[in-house]
């Protein structure tokens, strides 16, 4: 038994460190928002990320490759209305899933992903809380060998851990370069 735990071990490890999972790129971003237009949120955000492959790539269906990836983002989101400025900073760390086709030089991509996030002055935004929940859906293009630019729709809330939970919806513009 001792042998099959150890051999399970190995194998797991193996995965998280196979020479394919490191041979994809690593990645840092930089990410440009605006609030989706409410009477009651009127935001811009920006932030810089860094994001890195967890898992071996999968094909499914033969025509698709997901590549699990871990991201840590930090940045600022900032209150557009100059009479009631409080800039805040957020941190977060999450796994994504990134869906592109198999084929050779596919170019566009989907991403998905949620990460739990921290923020400071929560309370002026009608979040609630410090701890959030930042999730984000979308779709992007590889633009030179090693440049990318994604357009993506990202929300954030407490998923109702506060009774204040109004939530921030950005439209975001990123652009990612692999390292």
Same mark, same amino acid.
């Given at each position: 038994?001792?042998?099959?735990?150890? /051999?399970?071990?190995?194998?797991?490890?193996?995965?998280?460190?196979? #020479?394919?999972?490191?041979?994809?790129?690593?990645?840092?971003? !930089?990410?440009?928002?605006? &609030?989706?237009?409410?009477?009651?949120?009127?935001?811009?955000?920006?932030?810089?990320?860094?994001?890195?492959?967890?898992?071996?790539?999968?094909?499914?269906?033969? &025509? !698709?490759?997901?590549?699990?990836? /871990? #991201?840590?983002?930090?940045?600022?989101?900032?209150?557009?209305? #100059?009479? %009631?400025?409080?800039?805040?900073?957020?941190? +977060? !760390?999450?796994?994504?899933? !990134?869906?592109?086709?198999?084929?050779?030089?596919?170019?566009?991509? #989907?991403?998905?992903?949620?990460?739990?996030?921290?923020?400071?002055?929560?309370?002026? %935004?009608?979040?609630?809380?410090?701890?959030?929940?930042?999730?984000?859906?979308?779709?992007?293009?590889?633009?030179?060998?090693?440049?990318?630019?994604?357009?993506?729709?990202?929300?954030? +809330?407490?998923?109702? /851990?506060? +009774?204040?939970?109004?939530?921030?919806?950005?439209?975001?513009? +990123?652009?990612?370069?692999?390292?």
């Amino acid at each position: 038994m001792a042998r099959l735990r150890a /051999l399970c071990s190995i194998l797991i490890i193996a995965t998280f460190l196979s #020479t394919d999972a490191l041979a994809e790129s690593h990645r840092v971003g !930089v990410h440009f928002g605006n &609030s989706i237009p409410r009477a009651t949120n009127d935001y811009s955000a920006g932030f810089v990320d860094y994001s890195m492959p967890i898992f071996l790539p999968v094909r499914a269906m033969d &025509s !698709v490759v997901a590549t699990p990836r /871990l #991201t840590l983002s930090g940045g600022t989101i900032t209150n557009n209305d #100059t009479s %009631k400025a409080n800039d805040s900073l957020m941190a +977060s !760390v999450g796994p994504d899933l !990134v869906l592109s086709s198999a084929a050779p030089n596919a170019r566009w991509f #989907t991403q998905i992903g949620i990460h739990p996030t921290v923020m400071n002055h929560y309370a002026e %935004k009608g979040m609630g809380g410090f701890y959030q929940f930042t999730s984000h859906l979308g779709i992007g293009r590889r633009i030179t060998s090693q440049g990318s630019a994604m357009f993506r729709l990202q929300h954030s +809330s407490n998923a109702s /851990l506060w +009774s204040d939970n109004r939530g921030l919806d950005l439209i975001v513009l +990123s652009l990612r370069y692999d390292i």
